[in-house]
């Protein structure tokens, strides 16, 4: 069983600042790319941000410049860097795992990033 735990959410006023983790954890051992999707309410969920193995990044347009996305592999651990924080950058964040060796898909459960203006 694999587990991903997030933390890091919170409220915050436009143009502050906050970082989100996710750890993975469990049957997962060999990780290919990891990343960061939101979802607003009444919307889709949305690519923020992804990482591969070998350091291979691709972020939104709408986070460039803004966020960043790093990870500890030794870890097995995903941070969101995000400045400049704007009030339609409220969303729950889910972060995501892609198993390498399965394919599998992860995701964690969400952690609330509300951005008041």
């Known amino acids: 069983q694999v587990q991903l735990v997030e933390s890091g959410g919170g409220l915050v006023q436009s143009g502050g600042s906050l970082r989100l983790s996710c750890a993975a954890s469990?049957?997962?051992?060999?990780?290919?790319?990891m990343g960061w999707y939101r979802q607003a309410p009444g919307k889709q969920r949305e690519l923020v941000a992804t990482m591969s193995t070998g350091g291979r990044i691709n972020y939104a347009d709408s986070v460039k410049g803004r966020f960043t996305i790093s990870r500890n592999n030794a870890k097995k651990t995903v941070y969101l860097q995000m400045n400049s924080l704007k009030p339609e950058d409220t969303a729950v964040y889910y972060c995501?795992?892609?198993?390498?060796?399965?394919?599998?898909?992860?995701w964690g459960q969400g952690t609330q990033v509300t951005v008041s203006s």
């Open positions: 469990g049957s997962i051992f060999s990780i290919n790319v």
């Open positions: 995501k795992v892609a198993e390498m060796t399965t394919f599998l898909d992860y």
